[in-house]
């Protein structure tokens, strides 16, 4: 096969497999339909090329990737199917408190309390893990070895990032009027943690 008929067979290849798939799809798993002396890199690369003008995009998410409709888009898909209520239905306590994991994560919950001063129930912490968006991590090394909690696979999935490492820094939040630390450090922009609006979709155990 000319090397160009063959480069147009693994784009293919790589496209319906990622199209196929209800995850994002990993570089391992690419390599396994291409060949890993393939570039994956370069795959992905012409077939966006090809995506240009279209509606939807192939997009590096959650260490993978996933065909994902243009943002600009994204009042009609609503419009005709609805939209993910995951992340938008999270109070603003639960927000908080997920940011604080995503940023310094393993974190227990009696850590969280005491970065908000204020304790922060096991109903809230069920309700963040019943949504995937945390799970339990080690046990802490401190008394009563508690539970720490980190972010999931889902928690990058549902907002757009390949890694953690493409988490905005304080910084950055801050000069987008999206955060203050002060006003966080005292309290003055935390809601109430001590219950949720929501009860806990799962069971929990050993929240600590």
């Given at each position: 096969m000319p090397p160009e008929a063959r480069w147009r067979e693994w784009m293919q290849r790589v496209e319906?497999?990622?199209?196929a798939a209800s995850e994002p799809v990993d570089r391992e798993t690419?390599?396994?339909i291409v060949g890993k002396s393939c570039s994956i890199d370069l795959l992905i690369d012409d077939i966006r090329e090809e995506l240009r003008g279209r509606p939807y995009d192939l997009v590096s998410v959650a260490g993978?990737?996933?065909h994902l409709t243009?943002?600009?888009?994204?009042?009609?898909?609503?419009?005709?199917?609805?939209?993910?209520e995951r992340a938008s239905d999270l109070t603003q306590s639960e927000v908080l408190v997920l940011m604080c994991v995503a940023y310094f994560q393993p974190i227990t919950r009696g850590e969280l309390s005491s970065f908000f001063g204020k304790e922060i129930s096991r109903d809230l912490i069920g309700h963040l893990r019943g949504a995937g968006l945390i799970a339990s991590g080690p046990r802490s090394p401190t008394p009563g070895?508690?539970?720490t909690y980190v972010t999931t696979k889902e928690f990058l999935f549902e907002f757009g990032l390949d890694t953690l490492r493409d988490l905005p820094d304080f910084e950055a939040l801050e000069d987008a009027g999206l955060l203050n630390r002060e006003k966080l450090l005292a309290g003055d922009i935390v809601p109430d943690f001590s219950?949720?609006?929501?009860?806990a979709d799962v069971e929990i155990e050993d929240l600590q």
């Open positions: 319906a497999a990622i199209f690419l390599a396994r993978g990737w996933k243009r943002p600009a888009y994204a009042e009609a898909i609503r419009a005709a199917v609805g939209g993910n070895a508690p539970y219950s949720s609006k929501h009860g």
